[in-house]
């Protein structure tokens, strides 16, 4: 292709659009550091106390849940930050799917276990997925 188009050599590439790219022979690993710091402090959670879990897997959620509406509109913003997220962690994409259901009619409750969700990825900043050149197929969690 050097030979037909004009093209530079960058060698191997260590960031794009929000996901570091660390590589090695036979092996990447992606993840999303700086961009889960981005959506800490967006949120001014940077200080929060971590959790273990995104979201209680028995909690059903309704649209009337009786608790009060909050601001749709950042919401919104919340919910579409961790969906970008969900690009190298699939750990928290059935949370996030569950309370994107709610960004027309948010409720209190909605917000605070969206405020859950960023309190996991705080304890989890570091996670990422890890592809290994192999004869089957397999996503392994790390810490790099």
Not at 24 to 41: D, H, P
Not at 60 to 67: A, I, P, R, V
């Amino acid at each position: 292709m050097m030979k037909v188009f004009e093209i530079t050599n960058l060698g191997l590439m260590s960031y794009f659009l929000g996901i570091e790219i660390k590589q090695k022979e036979n092996e990447v690993f992606i993840s999303q550091n700086k961009y889960a710091k981005e959506i800490l402090k967006k949120f001014q959670m940077e200080d929060c106390k971590a959790v273990n879990t995104p979201m209680n897997q028995k909690e059903k959620l309704c649209k009337e849940d009786g608790s009060g509406k909050v601001d749709e509109a950042f919401y919104r913003i919340s919910i579409c930050c961790l969906m970008y997220l969900t690009t190298t962690r699939p750990d928290i994409l059935y949370a996030v799917s569950v309370l994107s259901r709610f960004m027309h009619c948010a409720s209190e409750l909605h917000l605070e276990i969206t405020k859950i969700m960023v309190r996991y990825v705080k304890r989890t900043i570091t996670y990422g997925a890890f592809f290994q050149k192999s004869s089957r197929f397999q996503i392994i969690w790390i810490l790099w």
